[in-house]
Every structure is written in C-alpha cells, then in structure tokens.
C-alpha cells in the first residue's frame, strides 16, 4: 500500500493541516467545551440552566481568544518583517525565501529510509480492538541549508514552528505512521534570527590547529631535529619554543592565505519573537493565518452568543 501525501490531497485547504500541528491545544480545549454545550442542548430541559451552559461556552470562548491570539501574533510578524536576500540581509530578524538543501556533507535520514534535510515522525501500533499500544516519535535536531539565489545560509530548526512541510501518512489496522519531510529542493519561508559569524578563527582552533601540526611534524623527528638545528636527539625547552613559535606562524601564515568564509545562521530568537520554517510560500501562510484567525474570531462570537442566549434568550 502506498503511503498518501497530505500535501497533495490538502492543497486547497493547507490551513487545515497547520491547525492540528500549530492550534492542537486550543482546538482541543474549544472542541471538547463546544461539545459539552451540544449535550447540554441536546439533554433535557430542565439541565439547560444558564449557569450549565456558561460555564461550557466561557470555555470555547477561552480556547478561541488564546486560538486567535496565536494565529494574530503570527500573521502580524509574517506581514510586518519584509522579504530579505541572504546576500545582503542586516543583522536581526528577517524573512527569507529559498530552497532546501542539504547540510553540507551531512545529509539525514529519516526513519523510513529517506534522505533529507529535516523530518518528524510518529509511529502507532495498535492492539486487535484498535487501541493504541505504543507510540514513537523521533525529529530531526540537525541543522540543514537554504539559497535564494543570492547566497547559502544554515537553518537551525531548534524551536521552530514547523509549517506546511511534506507528510506522508500510512494507517492500518495493526499500524499507523505519519512523516514529515523536508528534502532538498523544497521552496522554504524562514522568519527567525539571522546571524553571520566573522571570518575570524577562534585562538582555541588556531591551538587545535598548531598542535596537529605538531603531531605531523614529529612523525619525522630525525627531520624536525636537523631542521631547527637541534643539537641533541632531543630538543631542549628554548628550542621546542622555537618549533612551537614556527608552527603558530605557519597556521597564521596559512589562514591568511585562505580565510574561513562567514557562515550566515537563522536561528530562534532569544527575545521570544515567532520562528517560522515553513513549505509554504509566504503568501499562503498567510491566507491560512487569516483563515485561522477568522475562524475562532467566529467562534468567539459563537461561545458569546450561546451565553447571551442562555440568560436573555428565554
């Protein structure tokens, strides 16, 4: 059996999808108080007191306004943060659209056998009356890249929201599996942190450096000794200076020679700011945003209504 991909079947409905990884606990919180409200109604008349059925509606009421409260924040840093290149990026918060890649020289795979940039990953097992027996999770904590054509930056997805990304889904009645994917090529939106280190090497790479040089140089001692003119079959304290003097000098020489290239990094905020990776263009995330915010804005009002209607309305 082939595995389905929710990207494809949900295409015109993404917002769907992000609300049961992003709004899971409001969702749950509304569903389970609206639910409550409909027995109520649903129950004999003397249990529709007003009192029943607030209590219920102040919950779905509770669960939408910390629903929109999300989906608000979210869509104000998607409509407020521009669209920057890597190339030319200032420092600080910043809105990127690329490509997927892999982390150089590090690709992952994913459970399944895979192999790509990030994936998440739930696994089910179910007993002969269908209940759950053991769930497994796993996500990918590597870093991997993004282009836009302008240059290369790491993405670090620690503390990311992860949005609209591949999903392949497989159910049975012994199993269930659900992957997410990012593979390369995959059109990314990134809103987060974006650093770039210096071209400078830390001193404690530079020691890590001259003492591998060391170690190369003592493999011919014979050669070392005649080299820095040593006297003996060993080298006494001023002179090991000397050779531990050349070698720091030839590291340097060597690095002026080829300096590291700045690595540009987009990385959770430390102030607390949304961080964003997601597969969708900006566009549509923030259509499925509004749509999100819309939505409980619509049951806020409804949860309202409920409770105007149990006290005044009869």
């Known amino acids: ?6 990207r494809q079947e949900l295409s015109w409905v993404s917002f769907l999808s992000i609300g049961l990884n992003e709004f899971r606990a409001p969702l749950i919180l509304g569903a389970v108080a609206a639910g409550v409200v409909a027995v109520i109604f649903a129950g004999h008349e003397n249990a529709r007191q007003p009192a029943t059925i607030a209590v219920p509606a102040a919950g779905v009421m509770l669960a939408s306004f910390w629903g929109w409260l999300r989906s608000n924040q979210r869509l104000r840093a998607l409509e407020e943060v521009p669209l920057s290149k890597i190339a030319t990026a200032a420092q ?92 390369p090529r995959d059109p990314l939106c990134v809103l987060g942190q974006f650093t770039t280190s210096g071209g400078t090497v830390p001193a404690s790479e530079v020691q890590d450096r001259v003492g591998h040089l060391l170690s190369v140089w003592k493999r011919d001692m014979p050669a070392l000794l005649a080299r820095f003119g040593a006297r003996g ?34 990385s959770k905020p430390r102030d607390g700011r949304e961080y964003v990776i997601s597969g969708e263009s900006h566009a549509q995330l923030r259509l499925d945003m509004t749509i999100w915010a819309w939505l409980y804005l619509a049951a806020f009002a409804g949860g309202a209504g409920t409770i105007a209607y149990a006290f005044f309305g009869r």
Not at 119 to 125: G, L
Request: net charge negative; charged share 30%; proline share 6%.
């Open 233 to 266: 079959k060993e080298f006494t304290l001023a002179e090991w200076q000397n050779v531990e003097q050349a070698a720091r000098l030839t590291v340097e020489q060597d690095l002026a020679r080829h300096p590291p290239k700045p690595q540009n990094l987009m």
């Open 92 to 183: 600080g918060y910043a809105r990127f659209e690329g490509r997927a890649d892999f982390f150089p020289d590090r690709p992952v795979t994913s459970p399944t056998g895979v192999r790509c940039c990030w994936f998440r990953y739930e696994h089910k097992t179910y007993d002969s009356e269908g209940n759950v027996t053991d769930t497994d999770r796993d996500e990918s904590i590597w870093s991997f890249a993004m282009s836009d054509g302008t240059g290369e930056c790491i993405v670090d997805p620690a503390g990311a929201s992860m949005i609209g990304t591949r999903q392949n889904h497989f159910s049975d009645k012994r199993e269930s599996w659900t992957e997410e994917l990012i593979v």
């Open 1 to 6: 059996m082939q595995p389905r991909t929710l």
